[in-house]
């Protein structure tokens, strides 16, 4: 809901908060050819203005609430409140929040939540919460009860008065906070067609990393269904970052696994997850990337104990981003909901088609390396190196 008029998006930023004044600067502009391109990619008219602290997105009042939703899905965005603009003009605001409350009040309680940045003006944030609390009351007090709760409105009126303008609101969107994208290195995401993995480079991209995808095609167990689900996650994760390249790359790991499945038991499932993580490595020395970023969690599978991940960490030498790692099931599955990546699909696919009768919960680095296949990790290599491109 927003205010009669509203064409402006106030958008509010987080951590870009706490940086320096010169990574802040760099940040915000960031941020703002990221909105653009959202805008864009939607088809939603609107210019974005960048003003210290608070980008503005300019546009009409039918296409306000699509603008709100689609800044509210930019990484580094906290909130974001489709307002109505006015001058700093103490009697303009209180004019303003009147017909704001004729329009959008409908009974119930309410309550004005005033902030000032501008500290030189000669009133505060007191004030206009008083003033325009008693102006609200009297233009709806003939056709409704109003009553005021500071604790837990129905309806709050917000209020903010910065450098100049004044924004009048009645909503506050939130958005997924973190940095804007871009503003760390690139990972390597090895993605799935599970649940977990889209959350996890979901994750790093909220704090600023682009993902390049990788999917590692695991022949006869992994299948259409399996690699068609890991293409589409992507797909939706691409449509928070159209700006950025994500195709996906397609590692070949068919042979491999019919090796391992052949030739190991136990510890089949780790060295499988070696031949994943150096392929990932190869694949970043290829394209700049400075670390991969997995969908495992502590103790979600037998390759996740904490004494696992440390051993299959060993094949690489870059750090292995696990964002949910000390998430729990229901809050992944959660996350991927909200962020439309949640596959309801109940296909046995993927690695769980490759686990052994026998699983391995306590691995020992010496062991599992004379185990597997000696040339294992060269063929990681070979495989990224032969990784192909697949378009979305
Ligand atoms: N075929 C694959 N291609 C690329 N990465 C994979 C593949 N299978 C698993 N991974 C990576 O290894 C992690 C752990 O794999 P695991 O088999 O435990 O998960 P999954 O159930 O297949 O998928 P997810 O973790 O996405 O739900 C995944 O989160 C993902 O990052």
């Known amino acids: 809901m927003h205010p009669p008029g509203a064409d402006t998006v106030l958008v509010r930023h987080g951590d870009v908060n706490t940086k320096s004044n010169t990574v802040k600067r760099y940040m915000e502009g960031l941020l703002v050819e990221n909105i653009e391109a959202l805008l864009a990619d939607r088809s939603i008219p609107g210019e974005v203005e960048r003003r210290w602290n608070r980008p503005l997105i300019h546009t009409s009042e039918d296409a306000i609430e699509d603008a709100t939703a689609a800044v509210t899905d930019a990484f580094g965005v906290v909130s974001a ?44 944030s007191e004030d206009i919460a008083r003033e325009g609390g008693t102006a609200i009351w009297e233009a709806v007090d003939d056709d409704f009860e109003p009553e005021v709760d500071l ?36 990972v390597i995401a090895l993605v799935s067609g599970g649940i977990d993995s889209p959350v ?22 992994g299948g259409i269904d399996h690699e068609a689900r890991a293409m589409e996650t992507v797909r939706i994760l691409s449509t928070y970052a159209p700006n950025f390249d994500m195709q996906v790359y397609r590692i070949p790991g068919g042979e491999t696994v019919d090796l391992l499945v052949n030739e190991m038991e136990q510890g089949r499932m780790l060295s499988l997850r070696r031949f994943f ?44 981003h696990r964002p949910l790692l000390t998430w729990d099931k229901a809050d992944i599955v959660a996350k991927a909901r909200e962020i439309g990546t949640f596959t309801d699909s109940t296909i046995d696919a993927g690695c769980n088609r490759v686990t052994p009768g026998r699983v391995e919960t306590n691995a020992r680095l010496e062991p599992l390396l004379a185990a597997e296949p000696d040339d294992l990790l060269e063929r990681a290599a070979a495989a990224a190196a032969d990784a192909t491109l697949v378009t979305l």
């Open 81 to 124: 409140s489709p307002a109505l603009v006015v001058s700093t003009e103490k009697a303009r605001i209180i004019e303003a929040l009147e017909e704001t409350a004729r329009a959008c009040y409908n009974g119930g309680t309410f309550a004005v939540d005033a902030r000032r940045a501008d500290k030189t003006l000669p009133y505060d």
């Open 277 to 320: 993580y150096r392929a990932a490595e190869t694949l970043a020395d290829r394209v700049n990337a400075n670390g991969i970023v997995t969908g495992e969690a502590a103790g979600q599978k037998s390759s996740q104990t904490v004494r696992n991940l440390g051993v299959t960490s060993r094949a690489t030498r870059l750090p292995i």
């Open 200 to 221: 996890a480079a979901y994750e790093m991209m909220r704090r600023g990393s682009p993902v390049v995808p990788a999917y590692v095609d695991l022949g006869d167990y």
């Open 151 to 186: 604790d837990d409105p129905d309806l709050t009126f917000g209020v903010e008065v910065r450098e100049e303008l004044t924004f009048i609101y009645l909503e506050t969107v939130p958005g997924p906070g973190g940095l804007p994208l871009g503003s760390q290195e690139p």
